[in-house]
């Protein structure tokens, strides 16, 4: 294998190994929530008139999962390896950054995807959500990924200690990701609130991927794919920056 590919299987191992907490535990977590919010409010609320509560609840629950896990994944990674010290063994070997970017976010992707598949496979039981436009669903899920991945890269970039690590991602990725539209429509918030879940990159991440299964949305798909496809270049362009500066991790 080539650097980058060494690389990545090297990331990809370090979560498969500790599978059950890093892939079988996201999805109990998940079901559960199917469970208790399907379970409360199933007869409570409507969101679109032919899809019952608990089928519009799986999409967001599967891209949710998706997206949290392949942050996790790539931030968790780097902000161990520069605490316990091994991250100096990859920068004694002639990778670029580019080997790098590869590397971290596609390991992360996988996890995400991986994650999402097991979420989606076990929610079959309570509900089956139909396949408008599968195209869709696989291009945000893996836009999605690829986005969260990269903030993942950045946060374990920036971080120095879990301290930080953790706060990035109770005061950053999870508010964003639970305000995103994953439990509800924000055609049932407020104008204020609804113009709020406008400025969340994250609401059209959850919002195109939800659309690939029903067909609808509360915005256009196509709206959707612009702006996730810019924020992800945007925050490309920044980790591809701090890992070609070597940012906090070459002295």
Known sequence: MIGWQT???????RFWKVSFQT???????????????GHVLEDHVKVYDRISYTAFLVPGLVMM???QNAFANSSSSLIQSKIMGSLVFVLLTPLSHWAWFVAYVGSSVVRGLVVGLGVFI?????????????????VFALLGAALLATL???????ADKFDQMAAFQNFVIVPMTFLSGVFYSIQSLPPFWQTVSHLNPFFY??????YGFFGQSDTS??????????????????????????YKIRT
Do not use: C, N, Q
């Open 23 to 37: 892939v079988a535990a996201p999805v109990l977590t998940a079901v559960l929530y199917l469970l208790i919010f």
């Open 152 to 158: 993942g890269v950045i946060a374990g970039l920036w």
């Open 65 to 67: 999962s998706v997206l």
């Open 221 to 246: 798909p196509w709206l959707s794919l612009g702006i996730v496809a810019i924020a992800w270049l945007a925050v490309s362009a920044l980790a591809v920056h701090l890992l070609r500066t070597g």
């Open 7 to 13: 690389l990545f299987y090297k990331e990809v191992l």
């Open 205 to 210: 991440m959850i919002d195109g991927f939800r």
């Open 122 to 138: 076990v929610t079959l039981v309570f509900a089956r959500p139909e396949f408008a436009a599968p195209l869709w669903i696989l």
